[in-house]
T-cell receptor
Framework: QQQVKQSPQSLIVQKGGISIINCAYENTAFDYFPWYQQFPGKGPALLIAIRPDVSEKKEGRFTISFNKSAKQFSLHIMDSQPGDSATYFCAANQAGTALIFGKGTTLSVSS | DTAVSQTPKYLVTQMGNDKSIKCEQNLGHDTMYWYKQDSKKFLKIMFSYNNKELIINETVPNRFSPKSPDKAHLNLHINSLELGDSAVYFC????????????FGPGTRLTVL
């Protein structure tokens, strides 16, 4: 049973465009929702994270939107750049438990 | 300075062999993890240790045995390797168990022939 569903599986965006990746979760006890970025041959690195007490968090060009009632959260990358080309993972957990990762989205930003 | 390091980076071995992967973190974190990333890039937790104590043990064959000699090290030993064990294995650490930021190592690509 997959507790965190991520879409799309792959995404191609023009340079300067907006990249949007969506995730949906099932466990209402989850209270931490991070996004990780992974470049080829590297380990995942935390990009941005949100807790359910806020509906949006922005860090530079990266924004998480969170909809608690719909049990969905999304990553928006504004002004997408070729250097943003990577695999993005959403994840979720509740305190003291393992992170459950989505299946990943491969983003390609064309110049 | 590397925060989370793993050795080796690549490991190629024959079916049936026993191998180990080492992980060290110099962040002073209390919690360490092992994840497996399959060929489709799916990341799944295998084990978690908090201060040398096992706190998470997902459904993993008992051929996999983690060992934590101290809170800065978490090694993974795999017995009787099978073709399906081929994957990238990531070590990670966090200040506390649960929802704090997890820092991942560079990964070890294991290929079983």
């Amino acid at each position: 049973q997959q507790q965190v569903k991520q879409s799309p599986q792959s995404l191609i965006v023009q340079k300067g465009g907006i990249s949007i990746i969506n995730c949906a979760y099932e466990n209402t006890a989850f209270d931490y929702f991070p996004w990780y970025q992974q470049f080829p041959g590297k380990g995942p690195a935390l990009l941005i994270a949100i807790r359910p007490d806020v509906s949006e968090k922005k860090e530079g060009r990266f924004t998480i939107s969170f909809n608690k009632s719909a049990k969905q959260f999304s990553l928006h990358i504004m002004d997408s750049q070729p250097g943003d080309s990577a695999t993005y993972f959403c994840a979720a957990n509740q305190a003291g438990t393992a992170l459950i990762f989505g299946k990943g989205t491969t983003l390609s930003v064309s110049s | 300075d590397t925060a989370v390091s793993q050795t080796p980076k690549y490991l190629v071995t024959q079916m049936g062999n026993d191998k180990s992967i080492k992980c060290e973190q110099n962040l002073g974190h209390d919690t360490m993890y092992w994840y497996k990333q399959d060929s489709k890039k799916f990341l799944k937790i295998m084990f978690s240790y908090n201060n040398k104590e096992l706190i998470i043990n997902e459904t993993v064959p008992n051929r996999f045995s983690p060992k934590s000699p101290d809170k800065a090290h978490l090694n993974l030993h795999i017995n009787s390797l099978e073709l399906g064990d081929s994957a990238v294995y990531f070590c990670a650490s966090s200040q506390l168990a649960g929802d704090n930021e997890q820092f991942f190592g560079p990964g070890t690509r294991l290929t079983v022939l």
